[in-house]
């Protein structure tokens, strides 16, 4: 018996990543459409991170956190997108079992990684909406390193312990994951093992690692919004909803396509309903996320515009930055 389970185990090398189907025509055009996104997501994070590294004026824990989470979409997008591309440009859409489990685990520790991250940028809104006279003793840079280190090591921790546990596994049938990328679910669905105890693991880690972070965004934001409505004037609530609009939007695009994509019910006819939600925390996020840094928050913008100037770019670069700082 030993034999034969280990015979079924390797009889399975590859798997198909089925994709968005094989229409030649449409290959093409998301082949084009994504590396246009790959290009600008990458050039964007890593402009916040160097504009973070380089501007004093953005050395505060809000841009520590910022940086950290640009940095972590540079890496989340680049699990996902090249290997799609590629795929889209060749027509090869094979991976090989320890590429797919190697897909997996940086997809699904990067992605708990950016709930720890969002909720501690959170926390640091409310510390500086709600508790402004503690913020600079609470918000120190020791604390914000500890917050940081541990959104890294928590992400790595949870997916390290689900991977450990799929790893004996048997794959022995059909080979073709309906989707884009690796996920653990159309996987698990694959194994000719009995695959109860990993799914029942597979959702403690989801309440264990993820739901803390997103019950105190939440929270967070809750005290934020009443703090704010008790603004008496309008020019002092305006002023400190801008301190936070930016990352709410992040969260909002974050959090609410994740649970539209793993609470709508398990019907064939909602797969590729499903994939163009997936699309949007895999790849629109990383996206939209410099993009909405840079477009909202004035400090940002204005180390852009400094940064350009001494590039020596052209002056119309510049005065097109000015322009939007008014």
Not at 105 to 110: E, G, V
Not at 116 to 135: E, F, G, Q, T, V
Request: proline fraction near 4%.
């Amino acid at each position: 018996m030993a034999d034969t389970a280990r015979t079924n185990q390797t009889a399975i090398t590859e798997f198909i990543l089925l994709g968005f189907g094989v229409i030649p025509d449409l290959q093409i055009l998301l082949f084009l459409m994504f590396l246009v996104i790959y290009i600008t997501t990458v050039a964007g994070n890593i402009i916040i991170i160097a504009l973070v590294v380089a501007d004093q004026h953005l050395h505060s824990p809000m841009y520590f956190f910022l940086g950290n989470l640009s940095c972590l979409e540079t890496c989340y997008t680049s699990t996902i997108l090249p290997r799609m591309l590629a795929s889209l440009l060749t027509g090869d859409r094979t991976i090989s079992f320890s590429g797919c489990i190697t897909q997996l685990y940086f997809f699904a520790s990067l992605g708990c990684t950016e709930c720890y991250l969002l909720a501690a940028m959170s926390y640091d809104r409310y510390l500086a909406i709600c508790k402004p006279l503690h913020y600079s003793t609470l918000m120190n840079s020791r604390f914000c390193l500890q917050l940081a280190a541990g959104s890294w090591l928590n992400g790595c921790l949870a997916t390290a312990i689900f991977i450990l546990f799929m790893s004996p596994l048997i794959f022995c049938g059909p080979n073709e994951i309906d989707h884009f990328y690796c996920d653990s679910i159309p996987l698990i669905k694959l194994s000719c093992s009995d695959t109860y105890l990993i799914t029942l693991l597979d959702f403690i880690l989801a309440c264990v690692f993820t739901l803390p972070p997103f019950l105190l965004t939440l929270t967070s934001y809750v005290c934020v919004i009443a703090s704010i409505l008790r603004i008496p004037f309008t020019t002092g609530r305006q002023k400190a909803f801008s301190t936070c609009s930016s990352h709410l939007i992040v969260v909002t695009i974050f959090y609410g396509t994740i649970m539209i994509v793993y609470m709508l019910p398990k019907h064939d006819k909602l797969r590729d309903l499903k994939k163009v939600f997936s699309l949007c925390y895999t790849v629109l996020t990383p996206l939209v996320n410099p993009l909405i840094y840079s477009l909202r928050n004035r400090e940002v913008k204005e180390a852009l515009c400094k940064a350009v100037s001494k590039c020596g770019f052209h002056k119309n670069v510049q005065r097109l930055l000015e322009n939007n700082l008014a």
